[in-house]
C-alpha cells in the first residue's frame, strides 16, 4: 500500500493506532491543564506526561470537588471528563498487571490460596484462583 493510499478518504483507519493516539491526546491534555507539584514540575521541565491513574485520579478529585484547582488550573470540563474515561481502560490494564505480578508473587513465596483470599477480601480459596486465572488471560492478551 503506497503512502497516498493510505491518506485516501476512502481507507478505513487502523482502530487500534487510532485508540493509542487518542489515549495519547487525553493523557497530554490532563496533564497539560491539570498536573500539579512533581507532576507539573516534570511536565514543565521534560513534557513528561502524568500516569494513566494519576491522571484519571486528578479529574476525577478535582470534579468531585474533593481537590482544589491550582492557581490558573481551569475548571474541569466535559473534555477532561472524556479523556479521563479514554485513559480507564489505560489505567485497568496496568492495574491488572500489578494485580497479577503480585499473586505470582505470593504464590511463589509460600502464600496458599486461602491466605491470598484472605488479603484481596474473597471469600475463598476458589475465588482467589479464579481471580488469578482472569487476570492472567486478561494480561496475557
Known sequence: MTEERRDDAFTQPDPRNAQRLRTHQALLRITERHATGEHRVR???????MQPFDALRRVADLAAGSALPGDGEPPVDQDDLTAALTLVPWA????DQLEAGLLQMSKGRGMTWQEIAFGLGLGSAQAARQRHERLTRRTDS
Open 92 to 95: 485497568r490494564a496496568e492495574f
Open 43 to 49: 511536565w514543565d521541565e521534560s513534557r513528561m506526561p
